[in-house]
């Protein structure tokens, strides 16, 4: 690959990362973090799994220490519910409150479903292949730097 084209990559992420940022303004107080969450969390659950810390965690690919963090955030503003298990008090389930719900019904389902219609002209196919390409370069960047 020439030096061109890894600029050109790096240039396309900066532009994903603007688009982001494109996204609708959230409520004062919730972070874009928030979202993704709620929307793990309630994946997890269609699942049918008691979701736990580890399992966001896991399926985030984020340190469990900032998941811990944003978890606590979020369920002080009534966006998410802990409870304890009864067979083992040292187990925790997170579970989506109904504001939470509202939120992401609000500012993911309805935003996202929405966006789909503008973007027909981009296939199946396509998408797979840039998320593909996207975590590539990331393991790479992240393993690049490890090795720092």
């Known amino acids: 690959m020439t030096t061109e084209k890894i600029k050109r990559m790096l240039d396309a992420c900066y532009q994903a990362k603007r688009i982001r940022e494109m996204l609708p303004p959230l409520p004062a107080g919730v ?30 690919k ?20 802990k409870t304890s298990s009864l067979d083992d008090g040292r187990i925790t389930y997170i579970s989506v409150t109904k504001a939470g719900r509202e939120l992401s019904k609000k500012y993911d389902a309805q935003y996202f479903s929405d966006l789909a219609v503008d ?30």
């Open 119 to 148: 973007l027909t002209d981009i296939s199946e196919e396509e998408a797979d292949c840039m998320i593909a390409v996207i975590e590539k370069f990331y393991q790479v960047m992240c393993e690049r730097r490890d090795k720092e």
């Open 31 to 60: 972070a874009p973090s928030y979202i993704h969450y709620l929307d793990t969390i309630q994946s997890l659950e269609k699942q049918e799994i008691l979701v736990k810390i580890s399992d966001i965690s896991d399926a985030l």
């Open 62 to 81: 984020l340190p469990r220490p900032g998941v811990t963090r944003t978890i606590k955030e979020m369920e002080k503003k009534g966006y998410l519910k």
